[in-house]
């Protein structure tokens, strides 16, 4: 949610992985303008790209 607020697009992840992923997968859509569809998809990379169980940029969570 804080991703599409940022980007003023709309991204559906749906629940379960696509069939027949190994490692499981999910195909995600991002719809909005060009531009702002080119932002989701960076700020999703940078999430994915984050070691796990370290907290995102505006998700909220403090360390300790």
């Known amino acids: 949610k804080q991703i599409q607020a940022n980007t003023m697009t709309r991204i559906q992840i749906p629940p379960m992985p696509d069939p027949g992923t190994m490692?499981?997968?999910r195909t995600?859509?991002?719809y909005g303008n060009p531009e702002a569809q080119?932002?989701?998809l960076h700020e999703?990379?940078?999430i994915i790209a984050l070691p796990p169980g370290q907290p995102s940029v505006g998700s909220g969570a403090h360390g300790a």
């Open 23 to 25: 490692p499981p997968a």
């Open 28 to 30: 995600i859509s991002i």
């Open 38 to 40: 080119q932002r989701a």
């Open 44 to 46: 999703i990379n940078e």
